[in-house]
């Protein structure tokens, strides 16, 4: 497709993916020991990701030029050609679309924030790579859609693939400016 | 069931307060012995890495002592992790390049375990995956 070689390239800068694995990883310990209870760590997780999401959605239209997608399946699919291989560097697959097109999976095989991660017994409910639901989240909103992302099955927790669900709540209508008064 | 018994009895991570992270035995002999001989080899090693002094030292230290039939062998980091691998003797006494590039593999599975967000340096390793590669590159000398 030649929307997706239009990335400028020399514009993403690299760093090293380990400082950044590993950066990630203090940070979800940190949080552990802060919070103690896992579900409050998710929500943090997906919080923060929110905040990321409703920024990086200006750096990613920005260095990809891609204009508006017709419709959710062209979204999709450059989310997972064009967004996440621009920012983590891996394409996870799309699947597993529902019968009103509303709803797919992304597939990882492999994922870059999880490289060396073991969770300890005991926190089997830490949904490690939450960050991203939240930023899918907070991009699309920019875009005007509202999404609920979850992880359905992740590799860390012992299932067999990392599956995150990715549904389409609404489309949302530009809201009229809050007044001056 | 491996074929034949690899030729390692016995594989120790000790950390750098000489505190044992981590001792795994492949025979039916008790932990305890192990224990033992592991921590015996810790004064050899002391004493090698101090003869060495100055100039580059090796992190391989080859063959620290023997005690009844086993040869123990060891390897420091850089960072005063030990790595202390007990052999039995046998006849087909292994290479030195061998048992090297052991070390070298097993510090990689060691860093690898290290960089896991959740393991406390200077905690005993109870990580399983560990157990098992570490298992499994014993087995497969």
Known sequence: ?181 | MPAFDSMFVCVAVVGKNNDPLFLKGFTDEAELKFHYIVHTSLDVVEDKVANSGKGNPEMYLGHLYSIEDYKVYGYITNSKNKFIVVMKDRDGVPKDNEIKSFFRRLHVVFANMFCNPFYTPGQPITSESFGRTVATLASSL
Request: charged share 30%.
């Open chain 1, 1 to 181: 497709m030649a929307k997706a070689s239009n990335i400028r390239l020399a514009d993403v800068k690299k760093i090293n993916s380990e400082l950044f694995t590993l950066t990630y990883g203090s940070l979800v310990a940190q949080l552990i020991k802060d919070y103690e209870d896992d579900d409050e760590v998710n929500k943090q997780l997906e919080k923060m990701g929110y905040n990321v999401g409703i920024r990086l959605i200006e750096d990613f239209l920005a260095k990809s030029g891609i204009g508006m997608c017709a419709d959710f399946k062209e979204t999709a699919d450059v989310i997972s050609k064009v967004g996440f291989k621009m920012f983590l560097g891996v394409i996870p697959t799309v699947s597993n679309w529902s019968a009103d097109g509303k709803e797919f999976s992304l597939l990882f095989d492999d994922n870059p924030l999880t490289d060396f991660v073991e969770i300890p017994p005991g926190h089997q409910n830490l949904l490690y790579s939450n960050i991203i639901c939240g930023v899918l989240r907070g991009a699309l909103e920019m875009v005007q859609m509202r999404v609920e992302c979850r992880f359905l099955r992740d590799v860390l927790r012992g299932d067999d693939a990392t599956e995150l669900r990715v549904k389409l709540v609404e489309l949302l209508q530009d809201e009229a400016p809050p007044s001056d008064e």
